[in-house]
């Protein structure tokens, strides 16, 4: 199956907690966050530690590589598309879309890799595609 068009992604909605996560995807960065009193890394972005609580948390640029964890084709969008857990290389795993891929080729373990997609009017949002 081949999406004859592109599909559009919503803007995303920016608060405190994630206002430099947004600015850095607006350069064509990931970031995470990760804790200075656990060493632990997190997404999505919070201002408290999820694991200990601890508000010494710091950002950090994140590889954009990482591997298919699971992932659902919606078949009965007007542009069918997949979205996915992603399991970053640096542990942590994200709600993602995946993007300029064949969607019947997708596969649990595939590695892929980072690309930001353009909003209407706002930031551009994290997908990945199959590396
Ligand atoms: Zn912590």
Redo the contacts with the bound molecule.
Sequence with gaps: MVASAERKFPVPLANPETKPFWEAAGKGRLLLKR?R??G?VHYYPRAL?P??G?DATEWRLASGDGTIYSYSVMRRSEVPYAIAYVTLDEGVTMMTNLVDCDLDAIRIGQRVRLVFKPTEGGPPVPTFTPA
């Design positions: 804790c009193s656990c632990d530690c694991f200990c601890s």
